[in-house]
């Protein structure tokens, strides 16, 4: 059982800043870490590999630094990372970021399964699980709670409902995305770390992966951020003045006012 | 400060750290409420490799010395003084073997210990034998093949969960400290049995446990050492391993003057954060500077014994008192500095503070280990006259 983890590196301390012009994240910090329902991913291909066998790869679209979180993949136990890296993907919307992916799943040869993480903790759209598997035409499950049991060509999964689950079956290969409730992601070794600091991972940019550059990037990408604005804050602030009493009086006045009493 | 670790080392220490936040600090608060012992954190860190480090490579281990042992030791400590020390005392438990075990002994215990498989423990002190280690009354009689072992050893850390013991007892009475011999006794031999757990004020993720021993039939292959090193051993065992308390009382020093600081800052009294008071300021100040002498003290220890010092009694028990007093003292105005809320078992400090105090007794008392550095001292001038 041949499994690809899409893992995306995302900043581990939140102090988020939009840029005013762009409208677009300003990245960069040291605190980078693996979006934690990747972590889950990885998990689960883990255990699919101790169980069924075969090999778990780590693939990542992004800067040069997340080099970092696959080498954290290899020291989990991932057999193999790679990522896609080119200037040209600076700003890709979740389909451009999508087909660079399946591009370079094609590439890396078709495997039994893709797992994604349910949504990251910076985009937060959800859209590069579905959209990857409509790219590389196989079948998608989102939001899969727990994976009960792997048969030939085939995949039984529970994926989380509003209330309950429902119970899926779905042909081998395709791809799948987790939440964070199907495992506790594990830690890693010593020896894993030592090891995984030695590793060589596979960096393919855009003509290695065969990407048409008009097609990705922010010039390329079809989806256009057109606003990105924080909620405006409501708390209105109000003091009291008077003697005490006053101020009770005024107190329960205003918290009827507001139907609280 | 820069302490010049290296690759390993940062990388051991960042992994233990991640294991403390992660899996430790959801659970410490239960752990010492519950006083149960943490089979499921010791099994994570065998899995993370944290148990093979101060073992041999030659016995599947990763062959680090006292200095990786602190770093763990301190990182552990910084989050649950208790867990640290299930995770010290069964280093403690494996030194025997690892500094005077014969070759067949290692191979056949070292690896276990090294991938968490069964725990180790160190067995000296008994009711009439706590500072005045000599004084044991547990004896070893040998009889053909085997030593016949009688006798209670009492406030065992790592009691009834270890499978392995390092048990110091009499194998000649007559002699003294020169009649006592190390032997490793295996949980499950008949005979051997485990007395009362013991409630404590402190470290209450850990156990300690009375070791009863009722005409216990031990091979005579068990003997570590030979018969009549017995003291030495657990002398020198102790010399070993008195920095990783040291990094023990480090952490729990680090992690109260962390909660120090934090709420320092978020507390407000008289319309500012109680960290704009100067008195508060200096207190902070003391206990960061206090923190960071012992760090360099124990660091400076432990990387004595690794450098193959013949002899490092003092610079150890130098690291121990001064550490463990430390944290005493930091953790005591930890809790001065959280005021009420200190007190209360809300906020971690109370907890730090209980964990601290242990620090001071065990692996010699503070008082003992100061005879030791005294002793030390005037044999040095008395030996240049
Ligand atoms: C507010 C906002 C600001 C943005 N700003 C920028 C910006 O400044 N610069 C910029 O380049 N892009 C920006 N983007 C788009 C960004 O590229 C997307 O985050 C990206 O396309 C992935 O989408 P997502 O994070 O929503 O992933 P989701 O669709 O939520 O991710 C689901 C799963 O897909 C996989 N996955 C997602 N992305 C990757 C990846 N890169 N590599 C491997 N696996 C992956 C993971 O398994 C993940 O768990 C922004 C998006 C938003 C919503
Ligand atoms: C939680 C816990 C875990 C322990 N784990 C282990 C373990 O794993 N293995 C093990 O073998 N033991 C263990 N011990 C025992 C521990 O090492 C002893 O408790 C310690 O050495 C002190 O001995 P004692 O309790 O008998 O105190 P005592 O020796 O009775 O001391 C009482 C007081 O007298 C002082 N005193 C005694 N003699 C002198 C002296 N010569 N000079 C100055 N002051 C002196 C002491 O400093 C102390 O203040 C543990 C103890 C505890 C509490």
Partial sequence: MNVVVCLKQVPGKFKIEIDPQTGTLVKGGTDNMINPFDMNALEEAMRLKEKHGGKVSAISMGPSEAKESLREAIA????????????????????ATSHILSLGIRKLGQPDMVICGRQTIDGETGQVGPELAEMLGLPFVS??????????????MQRMAEEGHHVVEMQLPGVISVVKEINVPRLPSLRGLMQSKKASITVWNARELGVDVAMVGSKGSPGRLVKVSRPQRSTRQELLQGSLESQVEQLIGKLREAKIL | MEYFLNEQQQTLRSLARKIAEQRILPVRAELDEKEEFPWEL??????????????PEEYEGLGGGCLDLCLVMEELSRVCGGVAISYGANALGALPLINYGSEEQKRKYLPDIASGKRL?????TEATAGSDAANIRTTAVRANRHYVLNGTKQFITNGGEAEIYSVVVMTDPARGSRGASALIVEKGTPGFSFGKKEKKMGIRASSTRELVFHDCRVPAENLIGREGQGFIIAIRTLDRSRPGVGAQAVGIAQGALEASVEYARQRIQFGHPISAIQAVQHMLADMATQVEAARALVYAAARTIDAGAKSFSEEAAMAKVFATDTAMRVTTDAVQILGGAGYMR??????MMRDAKITQIYEGTNQVVRNTIALELLKRKAMRE
């Fill in chain 2, 346 to 351: 809300d906020y971690p400090v109370e907890k």
């Fill in chain 2, 120 to 124: 180790a423990a160190f067995a000296v």
């Fill in chain 1, 76 to 95: 989990l136990g991932a057999d193999e990372a790679v990522l896609l890296c080119d200037p040209a993907f600076d700003g890709s919307d979740t389909w």
């Fill in chain 1, 143 to 156: 939001c899969v709670s727990r994976i009960e049991e792997v048969a030939e060509g085939h995949v039984k």
């Fill in chain 2, 42 to 55: 010791i099994r994570e860190m065998a899995s993370s490799d944290l148990l093979r480090i101060f073992i």
